[in-house]
């Protein structure tokens, strides 16, 4: 076993990869974007492009969230010999704004969220002799994200400026790409997957199962039910919106029902208050859309505990759907029905199947719903071995959601083995230092290509192998979710190289010297 050699990289400690050797000498010295799959080492590669940018002056490590950043801050530590006070990181707790430029100036390696650099640039921060700036989940630099303004102060002024942009999902829009490149000055993209001969030794094994499951019949008899009321709520609609027109409740999406809602409401005032009907029956159109969604994909339970608050919702739409007779009906059958647990039975089979299979399994099921988590975390303490915890978002956490402090001590219970099993939202998919799992179960799909692989790669880490499994409710959204993330993984590579050839080609112009620095 061969290890990297480097003035700054401590010596027998990092494995030489071919792949990553390769991508470092190609990225070195121009701005890069490096898209490799998760668990491959992109930190390593940035750290070796770090190094041998440092010399040159002050270098940048951006990451979306404080965990990650502390991450890399430790990571930076661990594998390079610079000493502790070269490295700082710069948040909130560990730096108060009054003292940050102090710290700015005595340091060589900065650690922050671009959010931090971005309010400190128009604060007296000065970017000209940083010689990297170096951009984590790169695919975040589009719109108003803190990274863009950034990346083009930094292009604007930097004296010996170089970007390196990492990401090992970049999304299958190609005009977004081109955004991204354009504005990070992307010269040079590098991309491997796990299929590349200098990649293939290095991959873990990942098995990837799923798992269709039969919608029960009563359920099937109640979603026909709401599927009338809202054929009914979109016949209507066709009176305030052509849009309602295309509308078909088997193709019946949430996203494509809150557009039509969001250009109503612009044009409220050109309409006047008849428009106000008509959002009323977009609304009630979306909530029982969702019920419909929760129904299928999650369970009668779930649906349940959406039915409860929509009881005491006081909008002209909740007071529309319970004037309805038909959802009268509704309501009867989901509460009267005896409860069917068929996709939480396959999950619990799994999971228990994988604690007699695994020697020290650790599971983290992702799901999409708070009330969803509630419901598995009830269903796995039943389980023989499993102590399962949450690990969900900072939003509401008055209502229950978890603070930073709450999160680092649900993992690094999970890392001790204290819990087994972690019941995830999508927190848990991107900007977190999650230990690498056994098992990563889909309670259902998601249609996104990032979140999908992003999933994914928390299992088949560090040279252990591991399994990917999908559940997947027959007849409902989640089949046309599954094929949707799938589908986009594919041409998200696509554009990659599309993307990688038109740089080539220099058929896309980046905005490196351009001084785009309006944002201050």
């Given at each position: 076993?061969?290890?990297?050699r480097?003035?700054?990289?401590?010596?027998?400690?990092?494995?030489?990869?071919?792949?990553?050797?390769?991508?470092?000498?190609?990225?070195?010295?121009?701005?890069?974007?490096?898209?490799?799959?998760?668990?491959?080492?992109?930190?390593?590669?940035?750290?070796?492009?770090?190094?041998?940018?440092?010399q040159?002056?002050?270098?940048?490590?951006?990451?979306?969230t404080?965990?990650?950043?502390?991450?890399?801050?430790?990571?930076?530590?661990?594998?390079?010999?610079?000493?502790?006070?070269?490295?700082?990181?710069?948040?909130?707790?560990?730096?108060?704004?009054?003292?940050?430029?102090?710290?700015?100036?005595s340091?060589?390696?900065?650690?922050?969220?671009?959010?931090?650099?971005?309010?400190?640039?128009?604060?007296?921060?000065?970017?000209?002799?940083?010689?990297?700036?170096?951009?984590?989940?790169?695919?975040?630099?589009?719109?108003?994200?803190?990274?863009?303004?950034?990346?083009?102060?930094?292009?604007?002024?930097?004296?010996?400026?170089?970007?390196?942009?990492?990401?090992?999902?970049?999304?299958?829009?190609?005009?977004?790409?081109?955004?991204?490149?354009?504005?990070?000055?992307?010269?040079?993209?590098?991309?491997?997957?796990?299929?590349?001969?200098?990649?293939?030794?290095?991959?873990?094994?990942?098995?990837?199962?799923?798992?269709?499951?039969?919608?029960?019949?009563?359920?099937?008899?109640?979603?026909?039910?709401?599927?009338?009321l809202?054929?009914?709520?979109?016949?209507?609609l066709?009176?305030?919106?052509?849009?309602?027109?295309?509308?078909?409740?088997?193709?019946?999406?949430?996203?494509?029902?809150?557009?039509?809602?969001?250009?109503?409401?612009?044009?409220?005032?050109k309409?006047?208050?008849?428009?106000?009907?008509?959002?009323?029956?977009?609304s009630?159109?979306?909530?029982?859309?969702?019920?419909?969604?929760?129904?299928?994909?999650?369970?009668?339970?779930?649906?349940?505990k959406?039915l409860?608050?929509?009881?005491?919702?006081?909008?002209?739409?909740?007071?529309?759907?319970?004037?309805?007779?038909?959802?009268?009906?509704?309501?009867?059958?989901?509460?009267?029905?005896?409860?069917?647990?068929?996709?939480?039975?396959?999950?619990?089979?799994?999971?228990?199947?994988?604690?007699?299979?695994?020697?020290?399994?650790?599971?983290?099921?992702?799901?999409?719903?708070?009330?969803?988590?509630?419901?598995?975390?009830?269903?796995?303490?039943?389980?023989?071995?499993?102590?399962?915890?949450?690990?969900?978002?900072?939003?509401?956490?008055?209502?229950?959601g978890?603070?930073?402090?709450?999160?680092?001590?649900?993992?690094?219970?999970?890392?001790?083995?204290?819990?087994?099993?972690?019941?995830?939202?999508?927190?848990?998919?991107?900007?977190?230092?999650i230990?690498?799992?056994?098992?990563?179960?889909?309670?259902?799909?998601?249609?996104?290509?990032?979140?999908?692989?992003?999933?994914?790669?928390?299992?088949?880490?560090?040279?252990?192998?591991?399994?990917?499994?999908?559940?997947?409710?027959?007849?409902?959204?989640?089949?046309?979710?599954?094929?949707?993330?799938?589908?986009?993984?594919?041409?998200?590579?696509?554009?990659?190289?599309?993307?990688?050839?038109?740089?080539?080609?220099?058929?896309?112009?980046?905005?490196?010297?351009?001084t785009?620095?309006?944002?201050?």
């Amino acid at each position: 076993m061969s290890y990297i050699r480097h003035d700054f990289i401590k010596p027998n400690f990092v494995q030489e990869r071919s792949y990553q050797i390769n991508i470092y000498r190609q990225t070195r010295d121009k701005n890069s974007l490096i898209v490799l799959p998760t668990g491959l080492g992109k930190t390593i590669i940035a750290i070796l492009v770090l190094a041998h940018r440092f010399q040159y002056g002050k270098i940048f490590f951006l990451a979306p969230t404080k965990p990650l950043c502390e991450q890399h801050a430790s990571s930076i530590k661990k594998i390079t010999t610079f000493k502790d006070e070269d490295v700082t990181l710069i948040t909130s707790e560990t730096c108060p704004r009054k003292e940050r430029l102090s710290y700015y100036a005595s340091s060589r390696i900065i650690v922050a969220t671009p959010q931090t650099i971005q309010n400190d640039l128009q604060k007296n921060l000065s970017l000209h002799d940083c010689s990297l700036i170096i951009f984590d989940e790169a695919h975040r630099a589009v719109g108003n994200y803190a990274y863009v303004p950034v990346a083009h102060k930094y292009l604007a002024t930097g004296r010996h400026s170089q970007i390196l942009g990492l990401t090992a999902s970049p999304g299958s829009s190609y005009p977004k790409l081109v955004e991204v490149a354009k504005n990070l000055g992307i010269e040079h993209v590098e991309i491997r997957t796990e299929s590349d001969e200098d990649v293939k030794p290095y991959i873990p094994y990942r098995k990837l199962n799923w798992h269709v499951i039969t919608m029960p019949p009563e359920i099937k008899k109640i979603r026909s039910k709401i599927d009338t009321l809202l054929i009914d709520y979109l016949a209507q609609l066709q009176k305030y919106t052509r849009q309602a027109k295309g509308l078909k409740v088997d193709k019946l999406s949430k996203k494509a029902l809150i557009d039509i809602q969001v250009r109503m409401q612009k044009n409220l005032g050109k309409r006047g208050g008849s428009m106000y009907q008509g959002i009323s029956l977009i609304s009630a159109a979306i909530k029982l859309s969702h019920l419909r969604d929760l129904l299928t994909s999650q369970g009668i339970s779930v649906a349940r505990k959406y039915l409860n608050r929509l009881a005491k919702d006081s909008s002209r739409a909740a007071q529309k759907i319970r004037k309805s007779s038909l959802f009268t009906e509704i309501l009867h059958d989901i509460f009267y029905m005896a409860p069917r647990k068929t996709k939480i039975d396959k999950a619990k089979e799994i999971i228990t199947y994988h604690f007699r299979a695994c020697q020290d399994p650790k599971i983290i099921v992702f799901a999409e719903y708070r009330d969803t988590i509630d419901f598995l975390l009830k269903e796995f303490s039943t389980l023989s071995g499993v102590h399962a915890a949450p690990f969900i978002g900072q939003a509401r956490v008055k209502e229950g959601g978890m603070s930073q402090e709450q999160q680092k001590k649900t993992l690094n219970a999970f890392r001790q083995g204290i819990y087994n099993v972690l019941v995830s939202t999508s927190i848990g998919e991107e900007g977190i230092d999650i230990p690498a799992t056994s098992l990563v179960l889909f309670y259902e799909p998601v249609p996104s290509a990032i979140r999908y692989i992003q999933r994914k790669g928390r299992t088949a880490r560090d040279g252990v192998p591991g399994n990917v499994t999908i559940l997947i409710m027959e007849g409902s959204r989640d089949e046309a979710a599954y094929w949707s993330s799938t589908r986009k993984e594919k041409k998200m590579y696509d554009q990659v190289y599309r993307i990688q050839r038109a740089l080539e080609e220099k058929t896309i112009a980046s905005f490196v010297g351009q001084t785009r620095i309006d944002y201050f």
